[in-house]
Nanobody, 117 residues
């Protein structure tokens, strides 16, 4: 059973930074990619960033230059560093792991990020 455990969310002022963590119960290389998605109230879940097993990262245009996805292979953990946060970045952030099996992926429970003064 794959488990993804997120942490690092919280309340931050506009312009501030947060680092989210996603620890997986298995090896990162068990997955084709891992990534972060977010869902704001009343909106659909959207992609923030992904990192492939090769280490190549992809970002949504809206976060390029302000977010960095990275990983610690030894800790089986993926991170999302978010800088210059804005109120519109307020959302529940979910970790995702895309399996090598077509159509199979896993989700964490989500971590709340609130950007407010």
């Amino acid at each position: 059973q794959v488990q993804l455990v997120e942490s690092g969310g919280g309340l931050v002022q506009p312009g501030g930074s947060l680092r989210l963590s996603c620890a997986t119960s298995g090896s990162i290389f068990s997955f084709k990619s891992m990534g972060w998605y977010r869902q704001a109230p009343g909106k659909q879940r959207e992609l923030v960033a992904t990192i492939r097993s090769s280490g190549i990262a992809d970002y949504a245009n809206s976060v390029k230059g302000r977010c960095t996805i990275s990983r610690d292979i030894a800790k089986n953990t993926v991170y999302l560093q978010m800088n210059d946060l804005k109120p519109e970045n307020t959302a529940v952030y979910y970790c995702n792991a895309d399996s090598w099996v077509v159509g199979l992926d896993y989700w964490g429970q989500g971590t709340q990020v609130t950007v407010s003064s």
